[in-house]
């Protein structure tokens, strides 16, 4: 749990206490949620020896709070426009006080927006729907344990540049060409009668091709909703995320056996996680969300989901990323080695050189050789060395591994990399059983 700065904090020199706030989260408790922001940038204003300060001209009745208790916060209206938000410094009696010129959102985006009265989050249509929940598509997949597989949402606000779903066809090439996210209307009922219609559940699988905690979640709470409708019947669901989890989800999980939570968590370095993934949580925020998996008893998984290679894959990153996760609870990690949908290829490689500079594109056009089915893939010497690396730094720190649809191509067959690399019964790390209908709820067969 985060404490609030005590009034100390703010009876010192402002210059120090403007540096000082840097990184801290400024939260606001509202009826409808709780917005919080970290501190980004901020500005030292000082009494009547500073022309850039409102108290310049002495003790007037607007100014006369800078003189006021330490840490007394006050919002400063100018060009009868702007509101400024100030904290109060120094010692009582001395005027001092620091501007929060920034703040990076990190909680209750979609209230921060309604607040300051901005228009929609994404551009998206609701549509009716009769789309059903079902298992795994066919193709090649690992993966062990059967899932009912849930996407209220077909496209995605967080934006990542190498998402896959902008290589999927239906609603997705809605989202890809137009940028419009269909929501699926009124999906926790649809789901809910059909759980309603079923003896045999496997685990809720929140969502396999879009962020269930996405901006726009925050518009329909369809993910909080769905995860009630099976908690209430006592059937697990598992979420995949990179965003903040609310803390009603967290509330609801706790309550069902084998219900879990996984994080993306793709770089220590938050400059890069903003890259990658720009809509999503800052990397605190993310290693904050294992921490109160955790803490809660929930099984929390941490995935590195993609590695891109000559950007996150340095090993003294990808330890410092296992270490943190691991010293805060997370029971597993899940890593991957980003492959690039030929679909989307050339994007995928622009938006690398755009940010990076030709000589990364170059890079990534030699590493990527390998094509399995319409994918691109990095040469498997490459990835065989860095999941040693992780499957090392794993077992030194005593956390199950596992990998997420990786393969190679062995004699013209298609193989699964998880049978020479992961550590734990099955790629997620936890074993669910089948659960059965008794009345209204179910239990594990
Ligand atoms: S969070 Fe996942 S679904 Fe959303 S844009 Fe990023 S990769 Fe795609």
Not at 214 to 231: A, D, G, T
């Amino acid at each position: 749990m985060t404490k609030p700065l005590p009034r100390s904090f703010y009876a010192r020199d402002t210059k120090e206490v403007a540096k000082d706030l840097l990184g801290k989260m400024l939260v606001r408790k509202l009826a409808e949620g709780t917005i919080k922001g970290k501190i980004v940038e901020t500005e030292a204003y000082y009494g009547e020896e500073d022309p850039a300060s409102h108290a310049f001209r002495g003790r007037t009745e607007r100014a006369k709070i800078m003189w006021g208790i330490p840490g007394t916060a006050y919002v400063y209206l100018i060009y009868g426009m702007y509101y400024l938000f100030n904290i109060v410094t120094e010692k009582k009696g001395k005027a001092g006080a620091v501007l929060l010129r920034a703040l990076d959102p990190q909680e209750g985006i979609g209230v921060m927006r309604r607040i300051r009265k901005i228009e929609e989050p994404e551009k998206h249509i609701l549509v009716s729907t009769k789309k059903e929940i079902h298992g795994w598509w066919p193709g090649k997949r690992e993966c062990t344990s059967e899932r009912m597989l849930i996407n209220p949402y077909n496209g995605c606000g967080i934006g990542c540049f190498f998402c896959y779903a902008l290589a999927f066809p239906g609603h997705f090439q809605t989202f890809c060409q137009k940028g419009i996210i269909t929501v699926a209307k009124d999906f926790d009922r649809v789901v809910a009668k059909q759980l309603d219609s079923i003896d045999i559940a496997s685990c809720g699988y929140l969502s396999p091709v879009t962020d269930p905690f996405q901006p726009l979640n925050e518009k329909y709470h369809l993910s909080e909703k769905i995860i009630r409708v099976f908690i209430e019947r006592n059937i697990p669901i598992e979420f995949i995320t990179k965003a903040f989890i609310p803390q009603e989800v967290i509330e609801l999980i706790k309550l069902q056996t084998h219900s879990f939570g996984q994080v993306s968590i793709l770089s220590v370095d938050d400059k890069m996680r903003k890259f990658l993934v720009p809509g999503g949580s800052s990397t605190s925020i993310l290693f904050n969300n294992l921490e109160r998996l955790a803490n809660e008893g929930i099984f929390a998984v941490c995935r590195i989901d993609p590695i891109f290679p000559y950007l996150t894959d340095k090993p003294e990153d990808l330890t410092e990323l296992i270490e943190r996760a691991t010293g805060i609870g997370a029971k597993h990690i899940i890593a991957s080695v980003l492959d690039i949908p030929l679909r989307i290829k050339e994007k995928i490689l622009k938006a690398l050189k755009n940010h990076f500079g030709v000589g990364i594109e170059w890079n990534y056009r030699k590493l990527y050789q390998e094509k399995i089915d319409a994918y691109l893939n990095a040469r498997i010497d490459y990835r065989k060395k860095i999941f040693d690396l992780l499957g090392n730094i794993c077992e030194k720190k005593n956390i199950t591994f596992a990998l997420c649809m990786e393969y190679q191509l062995k004699e013209g067959e298609i193989v699964g990399l998880n049978q020479e690399f992961m550590s734990s019964q099955n790629c997620e790390g936890i074993n669910i059983p089948i659960y059965g209908r008794k009345e209204e709820k179910f239990y594990p067969v």
